[in-house]
């Protein structure tokens, strides 16, 4: 499934995109998994349809796991907390502008306009080292299932 190629890229099969070749810039590494899927580390960040709000997270070590992500700015969601310190320091966030905050989005096939994105448990991104973590929000009203789109004149 993994295959080195030059210095900067590899290349893995997926089996939602077929073949890939991967830039390393943007593969994190996982020092707490995502919940659910505790043996796998190595996350890609896939921008299938440039112009679309939705992105990928492929599993390096899973070709048929994918998530679909988001940020919240996309959709003007007002939405913020504070890094548990905990999490700030497995990460070694130094600076609060090397952190970038991903949602994982459920898109319904049958009705795409139902998409909720889960606010509770957001992938927290530290640029400067890729290391990554899904954290669990603790004293807070977000939602794990937060819709998007809120009526019909707001469509995918």
């Known amino acids: ?13 997926s089996e939602k995109f077929g073949e890939l070749e991967i830039d390393k810039k943007v593969i994190f590494n996982f020092i707490s998994p995502i919940l659910g899927f505790d043996d796998l580390t190595q996350y890609a960040l896939i921008d299938y349809k440039p112009d679309s709000p939705f992105k990928w997270l492929q ?8 998530f679909p992500i988001t940020l919240c700015s996309y959709f003007q969601i007002d939405y913020s ?3 548990p310190d905990k999490e700030a320091k497995e990460l ?9 905050v991903f949602n994982i989005a459920n898109i319904p096939s049958s009705d ?3 998409a909720t994105i889960n606010m509770l448990a957001p992938i927290v991104v530290n640029l400067r080292n890729n290391k990554a973590m899904q954290i669990v929000l603790k004293n807070t009203n977000f939602e794990v299932r937060h819709k998007l789109f ?5 469509k995918c």
């Open 150 to 154: 809120k009526d019909d004149s707001d």
């Open 92 to 100: 070694e966030i130094e600076n609060p502008d090397d952190v970038l």
């Open 59 to 66: 599993s390096i070590e899973q070709e048929d796991l994918a």
């Open 1 to 13: 499934m993994l295959e080195t190629t030059q210095k900067n890229t590899i290349k893995i099969n």
């Open 81 to 83: 907390f504070d890094i």
């Open 112 to 114: 795409p306009n139902s």
